[in-house]
């Protein structure tokens, strides 16, 4: 897939992929907040590509990486494409990812998908379910 059109949880899979986050197999509690320190995500809670709280500490971290690869996407006159400004936090965390893994991801979905979906996207990843542990992704 390629990580220009990667958008909603998919995009937010591949920003928690690049971070080494593990996925959380349980669903948080409702209203619970992503603890950003935890190491884990889950869907349901962790939206870089739209909540400047989860995503804002990766472009601070990463600014320069990210700009490079906006430069790369849409020459030096980047800051004045409608489609960054309109969705720039999107748009940074793509550029993140590019830069983690290049122009081109695997398709772990198999098609588009919204966060209204995340169960049924979470029922497609494999999970390690070792006993006395929380599930979570074994090489995430």
Partial sequence: MIVKRLEGALLD?????SLGLKLLAEAPL??????????????????PSVDWSHGGPIVSNEWYVIEDILIEWFGA?????????????????????ASQFGDEVE?????????SQSRSFL???????RRGQRATMSHF
């Avoid at 409702?30 to 939206?47: F, K, L, M």
């Fill in 30 to 47: 409702s209203g619970e907040r992503h603890d950003p320190d935890s190491g884990h995500w889950h869907p349901d809670n962790y939206h």
């Fill in 107 to 115: 398709d772990v979905a198999g098609t588009k998908f919204s966060l």
């Fill in 13 to 17: 899979y591949w920003v928690a992929k």
């Fill in 77 to 97: 006159d980047w800051t004045g494409s409608k489609a960054i400004m309109n969705f720039s936090l999107s748009w940074f965390m793509r550029a993140y990812v």
């Fill in 123 to 129: 029922a497609q990843l494999p999970l390690d379910t």
